[in-house]
């Protein structure tokens, strides 16, 4: 690793995936660029944050649930997906997914979205989460440099308030709510289970759980790191994955 970007974060989680790379390893390269301790870091992700006005909660970093009920896991059904996905290193059909039903996967769409990358460990994705939030916050804080102009190093970049949008439709059709970055919901209330597509404008990451209070399985979503913070990306239909009218928790950073 040459150093902290969006793409570092996807390229990690399939070496990790492929049995090729641990997170511990990628932790270690991200104190080289600054950062002396990973839980006050995690803690200071923390600071400042209060509950939204809008009825979003700001999203704390290090307080994901260990653990999803037993019987909840035990209740899981896969839905199968439309792409292929790649679990401990290997290549899986669509319709194999039915093989890992009473399972908890964790899913992220691979770059191109032709297929997804899957974690059988709650706790494995959990600290893989926590690097792709170090990622970030190294980016935000300007701790390497995001623009050639040294100059303009201090200046905000990407557009004023980043926000995801998500939709009840595919195609980002008829919208339901809004989430701004550093945000989530832990219950999305009447929209529960109603998403099938949403709209990145600034921010990098949008995380779906499963369940309620950020439980169950999940889907991720990571965009390619941008020097310029001009992060844009439309995922129009989560159906292709599996994911469509299945949300009810989500965040977005």
């Keep these: 690793m040459t150093g902290p970007s969006g793409n570092k974060a996807v390229a990690l989680l399939s070496a990790i995936v492929d049995g090729d790379a641990s997170i511990q390893d990628s932790v270690a390269e991200l104190e080289k660029y600054g950062i002396e301790s990973t839980g006050d870091l995690l803690s200071s992700l923390s600071e400042g944050f209060r509950t939204a006005r809008d009825g979003g909660e700001a999203m704390d970093f290090d307080n994901i649930p260990d653990e999803t009920p037993h019987n909840l896991v035990k209740a899981i059904v896969q839905r199968v997906p439309e792409?292929?996905?790649?679990?401990?290193?290997?290549?899986?059909?669509?319709?194999?997914?039915?093989?890992f039903n009473g399972q908890e996967l964790h899913f992220v769409a691979s770059l191109t979205g032709d297929h997804m990358l899957a974690v059988d460990d709650r706790q494995l994705?959990?600290?893989?989460?926590?690097?792709?939030?170090?990622?970030?916050?190294?980016?935000?804080?300007?701790?390497?440099?995001?623009?050639?102009?040294?100059?303009?190093?201090?200046?905000?970049?990407?557009?004023?308030?980043?926000?995801?949008?998500?939709y009840e439709h595919i195609n980002c059709e008829g919208l339901l709510f809004n989430v701004k970055k550093n945000y989530g919901r832990t219950k999305l209330g009447g929209d529960n289970d109603e998403i099938s597509s949403f709209k990145m404008v600034g921010t990098q990451v949008t995380e779906l759980f499963e369940h309620v209070s950020y439980m169950g399985q999940t889907w991720s979503k990571i965009l390619p790191y941008s020097p310029t913070g001009d992060y844009y990306h439309e995922e129009r239909n989560l159906h292709q994955y599996g994911w469509g009218d299945r949300v009810s928790s989500l965040g977005t950073w």
């Excluded at 401990?88 to 669509?94: A, E, F, L, Q, V």
């Design 125 to 166: 994705y959990a600290c893989w989460r926590q690097v792709t939030r170090l990622e970030q916050y190294l980016q935000d804080r300007r701790f390497l440099p995001r623009v050639d102009d040294a100059s303009t190093s201090n200046t905000l970049l990407g557009p004023p308030n980043p926000l995801t949008g998500f």
């Design 83 to 99: 792409v292929p996905f790649i679990l401990n290193g290997t290549m899986y059909d669509p319709e194999d997914i039915v093989r």
